[in-house]
DNA sequence: ATTACTTTGTTAAATATATAACAATGTTTG
DNA sequence: CAAACATTGTTATATATTTAACAAAGTAAT
């Protein structure tokens, strides 16, 4: 099911792309082409959430991205919080700053004096103990780490400690959270790694980057 | 296998730390519980890279680095380039700058001429005209994508052109690469959407963050 | 209308990955 | 030196994920 969310929420965007070029149909096996995944496996993702097609016209993009959209409950706009404003956290405030319509980056917060009551691309940035108050005033219920890996299990309990239910952690390390809390790891150091090693090592007739 | 060789990596920067903490053994449930895997798969991994331990000292952590980095190709230093100096691609610069010990960022690309000529953290950015003779001079086998979606396949195909054999794509698009290239992507926006949905459906008993 | 065709929804098989179990092994203890 | 113990290496089982296959259904052509 993991894998699936993870595609289904990449479908949604490139059906929204596809709606802007003005298609009102889609196939499997074209959203297969633009996603890199295979025809069986977008047409049985579509089933998991059960919207159907029809054989001929094969899915109307309007609908589906409806069906998308409430089943990643879509008026409701979530908002997040970002904790770590050095070089990695200014440019994902930068990244996540645009898109408004699914999510809302509300703060940032740092440690560092300097940076406290700044604005980055209009996104304020406060000191750590603001963090109480900022989330139940904002409700947020998703925060992002980018802090230095030492301090990064203490943000973690902050966060946890103020009801955030999902942290994207970008600090190389494994943190210890409940198990009501999600965590998503993004290691760029490993990922880099991956690549240097599969640069070497990867075979053709591998599944990866598929196209089918 | 793929995902064995993200945890290998993983175990190695674990282990480097803890032999710099002067630790010079380790058990299994210990690098499980550091790691946030199981012990089980822990010895499944190790297993799989034929190092072995004693049942009661565990693993040798100086021979099991050892044999980690002639796993990962170690003595050779891979070089790589980064083409993109936007918000995230200057963070990125500054991140992987540091280690140099497993890489080197030799190079920054980016097509805005305000850009070019300018170092971030010592990283020299040219202008894209150069990648290839720079490519060539360093013998780089590796990219990092930081433009724009829309710029990222023609990117893609000038690195796969001057013989790039593994790129790091953060650019939220399918690239179209020969099989023979290696593509890790990494898409922010949908790993945040992921989150975003976690922290609404996740209940506990999964597996994710495990800890055992 | 009937036939041929395309694409779907769904089931079945294949592959990949993780968990659990446990005999083998070496260590320590008495 | 034998018994108890902890931890390994490995195999077997379970789960997750992908691929492949194909009947059912709708559409277009004749």
Known sequence: MEKTIERLALYRRLLKNQSGKGNTHIFSHQLAGI??????????DLMNIGYYGTPRHGYEIKALIDCLNVFF???????????????????????FIKDKT???????FDSDPLKVNLKYNGCPCYSLEK?????AASQASVG????????????????VEN???GILNFAPVSLTVPESVYVENVDLALMLEKVLYFSVHHREGEKKNGMT
Do not use: C, F, H, W
């Open 35 to 44: 996603s890199g995944y295979s025809a069986a496996i977008v047409r049985r």
């Open 73 to 95: 409950n879509k008026p409701e706009v979530k908002s997040l919080i970002l904790v770590g404003a050095g070089n990695l956290g200014r440019a994902l405030i930068a990244y």
């Open 102 to 108: 699914e999510y809302n980056l509300i703060a940032a």
């Open 131 to 135: 963090i109480p108050e900022l989330i």
């Open 144 to 159: 992002i780490i980018t802090v230095p890996a030492e301090n990064a299990q203490s943000v973690a309990d902050l966060l």
């Open 163 to 165: 009801k955030i239910k």
